[in-house]
């Protein structure tokens, strides 16, 4: 008796779910169809332009560096046996050291996320000079709701 008491229970949760977002839906179809959008372009001068590519330039070229240091460290022995020359972490007992972390994994570690974090950079320099070349839009959102006022009288 009570599984079928708690599938009920679920039918009744789903019910009241589904009831739940359509009403949402349907009051968010009801207000967007009360606003109007009108989208624009402003046109971009010259100087915008010149420091669009520039930053494009820029950020495609942090990106390229980055990816090719990021093969170098994982491929090659360009680097020393410990990237960023760090010691490993280790634990010392009475007679015996313990290696927590090795030097090795340390400095790959801390060399793979700090070239990821330039290559994110290049990303947001690339980002910006995409958006100083290809312009600025505008949008004017206008409500048409009721706005109806009372006169006195």
Do not use: C
Not at 2 to 28: G, M, Q, R, T, W
């Amino acid at each position: 008796m009570d599984a079928s008491a708690a599938e009920y229970y679920k039918i009744i949760l789903d019910i009241l779910v589904a009831a739940i977002i359509s009403i949402v839906l349907l009051l968010l179809a009801r207000r967007s169809r009360k606003e109007k959008t009108f989208v624009g372009y402003r046109t971009i001068s010259k100087d915008e332009k010149y420091v669009g590519y520039a930053l494009l330039t820029i950020g495609i070229v942090i990106m390229a560096l980055s990816i090719i240091e990021l093969i170098i460290l994982l491929n090659s022995n360009f680097y020393s046996n410990v990237p960023f020359g760090l010691t490993g972490i280790q634990i010392s007992s009475e007679n015996q050291t313990i290696d927590l972390v090795s030097a090795h994994l340390l400095g790959y570690s801390f060399g793979i996320s700090f070239w990821l974090l330039i290559f994110s950079g290049g990303g947001k320099t690339l980002s910006l000079g995409m958006d100083l070349f290809m312009g600025t839009q505008l949008k004017l959102t206008k409500n048409e709701g009721n706005n109806s006022k009372r006169r006195p009288g």
